[in-house]
């Protein structure tokens, strides 16, 4: 059995050599899923030493975007309940108190009594959180728009919708 690679060969990937050998070795497997799939996972890996670059250039780790950009997107005054959080950044409850506190004691939220209920706290951003979280935001999506730099925009928006719909079965399930 031949094994085909792309007419171009400027559009040859590590993926179509990776899917090259296979079917070469095992003839007997359809590697397709390769096509999607490990060009997925060889992509995150990209973005996520994007993401890194991003955070550690603006003095954070990951969890610490993930808690403050969760925040930010609650809108003014950018606070939530300690159980919003969890819930949002699926982590336990242990270890949103650890990072809340972590948070805290670098200034970047701050707790207050909850007026709705006199057992609970609102974490909310400090304006020292607020401009780190912008900033970082702001250097990510222009590290993501590098990522998509040789994809015209049309192409993006099909590739969008069609992660969409596979993702979407994984999202629905509780």
Not at 86 to 91: F, I, K, Y
């Given at each position: 059995m031949t094994v085909q690679e792309p007419e171009d060969p400027a559009g040859v990937d590590e993926v179509d050599r990776l899917v090259a050998s296979w079917r070469r070795e095992r003839p007997d497997l359809d590697v397709e899923p390769l096509q999607v799939l490990s060009r997925l996972s060889r992509l995150a890996r990209h973005l996520d030493r994007a993401r890194r670059a991003s955070f550690?250039?603006?003095?954070?780790?990951p969890w610490e975007f993930d808690v403050l950009t969760t925040l930010r997107r609650a809108g003014a005054p950018y606070e939530l309940s300690p159980g919003a959080l969890?819930?949002?950044?699926?982590?336990t409850s242990g270890t949103m108190t650890n990072r809340i506190d972590r948070?805290?004691?670098g200034g970047l939220v701050r707790r207050r009594p909850d007026p709705e209920d006199r057992r609970g706290v609102l974490v909310s951003l400090t304006d020292t959180g607020l401009g780190r979280v912008d900033d970082a935001f702001t250097d990510l999506l222009r590290r993501e728009h590098d990522l998509l730099d040789s994809l015209p925009h049309a192409d993006r928006k099909s590739l969008a919708a069609l992660l969409r719909t596979l993702l979407?079965?994984?999202d629905a399930s509780p």
């Open positions: 550690t250039e603006h003095g954070l780790e969890l819930r949002a950044t699926l982590v948070l805290a004691a979407a079965p994984f």
